[in-house]
T-cell receptor, first 114, second 113 residues
Framework: DGGITQSPKYLFRKEGQNVTLSCEQN?????MYWYRQDPGQGLRLIYY???????QKGDIAEGYSVSREKKESFPLTVTSAQKNPTAFYLC?????????????FGPGTRLTVT | GESVGLHLPTLSVQEGDNSIINCAYS??????FIWYKQESGKGPQFIID?????DKRQGQRVTVLLNKTVKHLSLQIAATQPGDSAVYFC????????????FGSGTRLSIRP
């Protein structure tokens, strides 16, 4: 049963704490992505990785960090430097190559920071 | 469910009627467009795509229309069913750019029984 898993579904943290969101895929996809979704807004790209041990900043990378040590895994750390971390976070993956390939999304993690 | 649908435009449709969801895209250089469906508490799912060399593409119960002159996309859903209730996003990108997809803010489709 292939797909993308994100855990946990809901996450609560106190302000000033770093928190790491998990994203795992067993689709053998090279590319992985992290998006943030806020009420009434479209998805905004935080970071993406096209290959293991390499990643690039998206449009709103400040206050976030990622790693890509394994093809299957692309964890996102929300640091205390992120001014407004409460949001719905979506991970996606896709094949990589010439042109665009369909992105498959995980179920998301709802992060609430108080 | 998730709060990501708050403050979105909403389209209310009678069950069995056709739905038309509209989207204006921003970049005239965009040449590839995608519609996603996001149900409450879930990640977006791909519905249908279209490249700029086409003005219409049909799938199962869905049709996407592209008007490049006015930078407008629409998603038509035939015989709308309760399971079609969701937030629908359009997305635009350039086909050669494998990583930068710009997502619209979405439209919530609500089905009346």
């Amino acid at each position: 049963d292939g797909g993308i898993t994100q855990s946990p579904k809901y996450l609560f943290r106190k302000e000033g704490q770093n928190v790491t969101l998990s994203c795992e895929q067993n689709l053998n996809h090279d590319a992985m992505y992290w998006y943030r979704q806020d009420p009434g807004q479209g998805l905004r790209l935080i970071y993406y990785s096209q290959i293991v041990n390499d990643f690039q900043k998206g449009d709103i990378a400040e206050g976030y960090s990622v790693s890509r040590e394994k093809k299957e895994s692309f964890p996102l750390t929300v640091t205390s430097a992120q001014k407004n971390p409460t949001a719905f976070y979506l991970c996606a993956s896709s094949r990589q190559g010439q042109g665009i390939y369909e992105q498959y999304f995980g179920p998301g993690t709802r992060l609430t920071v108080t | 469910g998730e709060s990501v649908g708050l403050h979105l435009p909403t389209l209310s449709v009678q069950e069995g009627d056709n739905s038309i969801i509209n989207c204006a895209y921003s970049n005239s250089a965009s040449d590839y467009f995608i519609w996603y469906k996001q149900e409450s508490g879930k990640g977006p799912q791909f519905i249908i795509d279209i490249r700029s060399n086409m003005d219409k593409r049909q799938g199962q119960r869905v049709t996407v229309l592209l008007n490049k002159t006015v930078k407008h996309l629409s998603l038509q859903i035939a015989a709308t069913q309760p399971g079609d209730s969701a937030v629908y996003f359009c997305a635009e990108t350039q086909y050669s750019s494998a990583s930068k997809i710009i997502f619209g803010s979405g439209t919530r489709l609500s089905i009346r029984p």
